[in-house]
């Protein structure tokens, strides 16, 4: 198949802009929970759709008492937390554009993006973040206001707005369209200087209420069960963005965690109690990999492997049911699994909070046999695809027939098209207007009406969508064989030791890896074996780890021809990290900042003469 169309589920809205859901929530249904707010002592305050409207219409008003005027744009700097929400409404009540920034932004990165919006104000988090902008402010003439909202910003600004009339802010509201421009996202920037994609007020709407509408079963609430979400992925991103305004609009209790990272989340999973997330492929991987790690300590690793087992081939069976082409779960593996359910499933979903039961994963690819687990532990996790240019997902899995590996089906309004050479070529609604000041690089991706995304996938006859690689990622060995590194390093990654997996071979004889090792699990295995911790330099050299991650490269070649396999690898004593430049703020490899980087091991892994 080589192109696929599903029709809208939502009407596209004619009028008004994503603030209206907030006044319109509040006039129909005043008193419905529509957030939490993490309190003082730690736990969770209801905020109805009446109080969040309220707190966003005075909100409004300090920022029109404060100079921010229709069109303006202001930047937002901050984790992910409940302010960030009221402000971003706030700011589209009065028809201004917020333009986030990821709070680990360096002060050139913000100096870019403050500069390149001609930013008039913006909100930081800390000190931390106003010290970032103020090292840059004074080559910043646009910016006139810098509020942190740890120093009283929130109450500054409410003090201010006191005094505005509502029908000022009403006024604003009701000169916008959907096609006004609600927020400009700037990709990742993992090749080149980022650059600011306009996003309107219907690419959002077009996104979200489609995605609401076609998986009503996660949004759905009920009394007694009122659906919830925590969301933890920054909103700097584009997929955290799409989270916080589809549970705005689709009535879904939205509650907002800071550090993503699972000492941080998984007790406020489990104090909140979400019924479905939206997360990256890595916090599943760190909740399957806690899991077996327990099983570990408890002596109990062949009954978990066993439940594992169990789950993939349940999960398995109801996917080939769905797609007829096999019965479903026989009675055996039925009893099976209805015994590992209370063992193991149950712990894991009670990881999760204990009320989750569906899930939705972005970013970047998930491991077959890893979305099979959780299915057959009772969380069907929806992969899914899409970029910034897109306003977030673009194609994902449907609940009723989803095909675990593959990143699903158009969401409803979409369009995907295979080009001549592979490229993934999308088309919809929530595809952006173009790249803010670079209508060079606008046309360059939007074609007719298509846009041309750089990665590499395929259609398969029921129209699901697999990604193959990225076009500039593809490496090309000096014997003219090409590889899309992608599957290969998500395979090697798959194993609990491994954090990371970095092809190399352009212009070189064969395919070699660099791997970095997962510290959380290297010191369960080091404890596992009664091993004390060496220094890093000296753990890279254990023989008997180098066996286990060799073990991840042979699992991974299977997927490949012996010309497009790995030969070789090196071990490295640390990560790639946002902070020596080798990651985007959405985890994403720089590849040709880390070939730079590791040059020397680089040319090391075409000298060893061990190979696999």
Known sequence: MREITVPPLATACQVGGLADAVFEHAESDPDRVALGRRTEDGGW????????????????????????????????????????????????????????????????????????????????????????????????????????????ALDELLVAGASVDDAVVDRHRMAMTPNTPATIIYTSGTTGRPRGCVISHANLMAECDNIVARYRDVFHTKPGDEAATLLFLPLAHVFGRMVQV????????????????????????????????????????????????????????????KAVDVAVRYAEAQEAKAFGTGPGPGAALRVQHQLFDKLVYGKVRETLGGRVRH???????????????????????????????????????????????????????????????????????????????????????????????????????????????????????????TVSPAALEERVRAHPLVHQCFLVGNDRPYIAALVTLDAEAVSHWLWMRGKTAPPPADLVRDRELETEIRRAVVAANTLVSPAESIRTFRILAAPFTEEHGLLTPSLKLKRSAIEQAYAVEVEALYKDVRRL
């Open 45 to 152: 305050a209801d905020v109805t759709s009446g109080t969040f409207r309220d707190e966003v219409l005075a909100l409004a008003k300090g920022l029109l008492a404060q100079g921010v005027r229709f069109g303006d744009r202001v930047a937002i700097m901050s984790r992910t937390r409940y302010e960030w929400t009221l402000f971003d409404f706030a700011i589209w009540t009065i028809g201004a554009q917020s333009v986030p920034m990821y709070p680990t932004a360096s002060a050139e990165q913000v100096y870019w993006m403050l500069h390149d919006t001609g930013t008039s104000a913006c909100l930081v988090e800390h000190e931390d973040h106003a010290m970032t902008v103020g090292s840059v402010i004074d080559r910043l003439p646009r910016l006139k206001r810098l509020w942190q909202l740890d120093a009283g």
């Open 359 to 481: 899930a939705m994963s972005g970013g970047s690819a998930m491991d077959r046999r890893l979305g099979l687990f959780f299915a057959g532990a009772g969380i069907t996790i929806y992969e899914g695809y899409g970029l910034t240019e897109t306003t977030a997902a673009a194609t994902a899995n449907p609940p009723e027939r989803t095909r675990y590996g593959t990143v699903g089906v158009p969401i409803p309004g979409t369009g995907v098209r295979i080009a001549e050479d592979g490229e993934i070529w999308l088309r919809g609604d929530q595809v952006f207007t173009g790249y803010l000041g670079d209508p060079k690089a606008t046309d360059t991706v939007l074609r007719d009406g298509w846009l041309a995304t750089g990665d590499l996938g395929a259609l398969d006859e029921d129209g699901y969508l697999t990604i193959t690689g990225r076009k500039k990622d593809v490496l090309v060995t000096s014997g003219g064989k």
């Open 246 to 305: 589809a549970a705005v609009r689709g009535r879904v209790k939205l509650a907002h965690q800071p550090d993503l990272n699972a000492a941080a989340l998984l007790p406020d999973l489990r104090s909140f109690r979400p019924t479905f997330v939206l997360a990256v492929p890595y916090i599943f991987e760190k909740v399957y990999a806690a899991a077996r790690r327990r099983a570990e300590t408890e002596d109990r690793v062949g009954p978990f492997e």
